[in-house]
């Protein structure tokens, strides 16, 4: 499929694969394809930060590639690796066959063939479908040297392995970064990038988000799930829940054919919208009620 030419359409495409994003997502969005640009989102987790490249992917029918970061992330494991094994294999061979070329077999063991592609070099590669869109997903849990190596890697959207040279994206790949900020990304990289912080939604987009991708939801349970984790936000919580939450509790509670809350049913799945016992414990006795009745009252007509 084309890049969309307009905001309206980047909307609607995200839209058909069950993304809600409001106009100024949709922009940052648009441009980022138009300019060919990485795009940075921040954002607290369970937002819809990863959601927004597998909705791209699916949309686009472009292959998605996803680089997990984590800590002690470095380039090699990003981008590539020699298979040992298969080496030490063929050189036995080569040795009980009583071959002597050892400039061949040394050509032959850092070939393509022994190569394992990891998903930044993977996303460099031809593709007849188009430019994979490459996430790059919770950059913030890495350190300042993958970061350092990111930024050749994004300029120029190409990486160098020494036994084969500098191999070069024949088109770039869509790219898409993620950081749930448990700390700061450098300015060197955000400057490579369009910038947009993902906030949690208001309470009418978290509705579009709910019933696109729980449809089989009543409306008025929707409404009350929606309000009661709109209302839980405003709590001093270790971790709010995200959309990504309010969706799974919304299954959970479609599961056990819930059909309003209450505060016995919450006391019972609190663990699928809060993942820590501290808030949790937070919720006993009649603080779920009182955030109940609060939410309950909110959805009455002023």
């Given at each position: 499929m084309p890049i969309p030419q307009s905001i309206d359409a980047v909307q609607a495409m995200l839209d058909a694969q069950g993304?809600?994003?409001?106009?100024?997502?949709?922009?940052?969005?648009f441009l980022s394809l138009k300019l060919g640009r990485p795009l940075f989102l921040e954002g607290e987790a369970g937002v819809g930060k990863t959601e927004i490249a597998k909705a791209l992917s699916a949309g686009l029918g472009r292959r998605l590639i996803?680089?997990?970061c984590y800590e002690g992330l470095d380039a090699s494991s990003a981008v590539?690796?020699?298979?040992?094994?298969?080496q030490m294999v063929a050189i036995r061979t080569a040795e009980a066959a009583g071959g002597s070329d050892r400039q061949a077999l040394q050509t032959e063991l850092f070939s393509d063939d022994y190569l394992i592609k990891r998903p930044l070099l993977e996303a460099m590669q031809p593709d007849e479908a188009g430019a994979p869109v490459l996430l790059i997903d919770e950059l913030d849990r890495t350190?300042?040297?993958?970061?350092?190596?990111?930024?050749?890697?994004?300029?120029?959207?190409?990486?160098?392995?020494?036994?084969?040279?500098?191999?070069k994206a024949p088109e770039p790949p869509i790219v898409i970064l993620t950081s749930n900020r448990t700390r700061?990304?450098?300015?060197?990289?955000?400057?490579?990038?369009?910038?947009?912080w993902v906030d949690y939604p208001d309470f009418q987009r978290e509705m579009d988000i709910l019933t696109a991708r729980a449809p089989e939801a009543a409306a008025s349970l929707s409404r009350e799930v929606v309000a009661f984790v709109q209302r839980l936000r405003t709590e001093d919580?270790?971790?709010?829940?995200?959309?990504?939450?309010?969706?799974?509790?919304?299954?959970?509670?479609?599961?056990?054919?819930?059909?309003?809350?209450?505060?016995?049913?919450?006391?019972?799945?609190?663990?699928?919208?809060?993942?820590?016992?501290?808030?949790i414990q937070k919720l006993q006795g009649s603080e779920a009620k009182r955030i109940l009745d609060e939410a309950k009252a909110s959805l009455e007509p002023a």
């Open positions: 993304y809600v994003c409001d106009r100024a997502l949709g922009t940052v969005v996803r680089l997990q590539y690796e020699w298979n040992f094994p298969a350190d300042e040297p993958f970061e350092a190596f990111l930024l050749e890697a994004l300029s120029d959207f190409q990486v160098t392995i020494p036994e084969l040279g500098t191999i700061e990304v450098h300015d060197a990289l955000k400057r490579r990038c369009l910038y947009h919580l270790f971790k709010k829940p995200g959309v990504a939450e309010t969706i799974d509790w919304a299954k959970c509670l479609l599961a056990l054919d819930v059909l309003t809350l209450s505060p016995e049913v919450i006391a019972d799945t609190l663990g699928a919208v809060l993942k820590y016992q501290d808030d």
